[in-house]
């Protein structure tokens, strides 16, 4: 069974950077096929997609967002990261990792696994 | 910016059934899967079905998934108190002005 777990600050000054762990167990982040995306999830704007990072190392991210955002893997640790610059209010929300599936055959995508959560508050 | 558009409630008594719309269009349920989460109270989503039908193992038959054209529909027989729970759709978008997944607004389901 994946297990996935995010860590880091629960409070950000607004303009600074975000940044997030997501420690996986049980699974490798390097496994053929997978995706491992992050999430978010706020009152506002409900569930938010970020982006993800390809087990190969490739990355993809929102479009309303990529001009901010960056995804990074630590294979050695079996840790994803996330880097959200120049955070406002507006970035205030639970932060998920998940990990993504995408059938070849099908052509669908899901997410199989979630991490807990974690909160993170923008705020001076 | 929820893309995908669901009712944002639902209620039914025990053993009853209910059904959850979620509308969206061509560049995401129209051409692409669907996928519905369950979020308990304080808890994380958790894949109910994927590949607009499928369902993973370990989630009880009276879920259920189906898709026509831009609409997709979740529907839930023989409710149960544990039910009681946050729905969302979720599928993957082809939009010109950029790929990436797009969820919907989320039901609240009651069980009376």
């Known amino acids: 069974q994946v297990q996935l777990q995010e860590s880091g600050p629960g409070l950000v000054k607004p303009s600074q950077t975000l940044s997030l762990t997501c420690t996986v167990s049980?699974?490798?982040?390097?496994?053929?096929?997978?995706?491992w995306s992050w999430i978010r999830q706020s009152p506002e704007k409900g569930l938010e997609w970020i982006g993800y990072?390809?087990?190969?190392?490739?990355?993809y991210y929102s479009p309303s967002l990529k001009s901010r955002v960056s995804i990074s893997a630590d294979t050695s640790k079996n840790e994803i990261s996330l880097n959200l610059r120049f955070v406002t209010a507006a970035d205030t929300a639970v932060y998920y990792c998940a990990r993504q599936v995408m059938v070849p055959t099908t052509l669908a995508h899901y997410f199989d696994f979630w991490g807990q959560g974690t909160r993170v508050t923008v705020s001076s | 910016q929820s893309v995908l558009t669901q009712p944002p409630s639902a209620s039914g008594t025990p053993g009853q059934g209910v059904t959850i719309s979620c509308s969206g269009s061509?560049?995401?349920?129209?051409?692409?899967?669907v996928n519905w989460y369950q979020q308990l109270p304080g808890m994380a989503p958790q894949l109910l079905i994927f590949g607009d039908s499928q369902r993973p193992s370990g989630v009880p038959d009276r879920f259920s998934g189906s898709k026509s054209g831009t609409s997709a529909s979740l529907a839930i027989s023989g409710l149960q108190s544990e039910d009681e729970a946050d729905y969302f759709c979720a599928a993957w978008d082809d939009n010109v002005n950029g790929r990436g997944f797009v969820f919907g607004t989320g039901t609240t389901l009651t069980v009376l």
């Open positions: 990072i390809f087990y190969s190392g490739s990355t």
């Open positions: 061509y560049s995401n349920i129209g051409r692409n899967t």
């Open positions: 049980g699974g490798s982040v390097t496994s053929s096929g997978y995706y």
